[in-house]
């Protein structure tokens, strides 16, 4: 089970703040935007791939491929969330499935990327995830977590040597961590 209710958490942070990158738990556009960047860097060919947007929330992810010249050949967002995915709809035009990550059937893909949706989830629920993504990408998963010990009652925080132990099952892992302060992200690629 999730640390918190998810589905309250970010209804309140909508409400709040409306559709925004705060809505959906961001401090702010820019430190989004540099997330989004460090995920799609490690994509080489990104034009010719198909990508899940794991948690897409509004589907910010796909208007920033958009606005920087980055659309994949096919592109799929998911979320939990029926406001998320019809507001994603909306503003992508793309597919945009409801599906939770630890027990829906996840489409295939060549890539998977997670940005901040594993951040609320258990330390058990985040390996799962990550695997459940793995099993149905063909190229590998992009995602970041937050940088640090776990003790938080609301977010999911882990140290990059931890994750890289877990992850190293699955694939060849590499860890990125020059773009903000508290945040990296790990590549799992298939070998």
Known sequence: MARIDQIRFYENAIKRYGKTAKGVAWIDEVRQKKRFNALLKPIKSIKEITLVDAGCGFGDLYLYMKEHNLLPKKYIGIDALDVMVEEAKK????????????????????????????????????????????????????????????????????????????????????IIEDYLDGDFTVVVRRV
């Open 91 to 174: 503003r992508t035009g793309q597919t945009i499935l409801k599906c939770d990550l630890l027990k829906s059937p996840l489409p295939e893909a060549d890539w998977y990327v997670a940005s901040g949706s594993l951040n609320l989830l258990t330390r058990f629920e985040t390996l799962l995830a990550i695997k459940r993504c793995f099993d149905v990408a063909n190229e590998g998963i992009i995602f970041n977590l937050l940088k640090g010990k776990d003790r938080s009652k609301t977010y999911n925080y882990w140290m990059p040597d931890e994750i890289c132990k877990s992850c190293r099952k699955l694939g060849d892992v590499k």
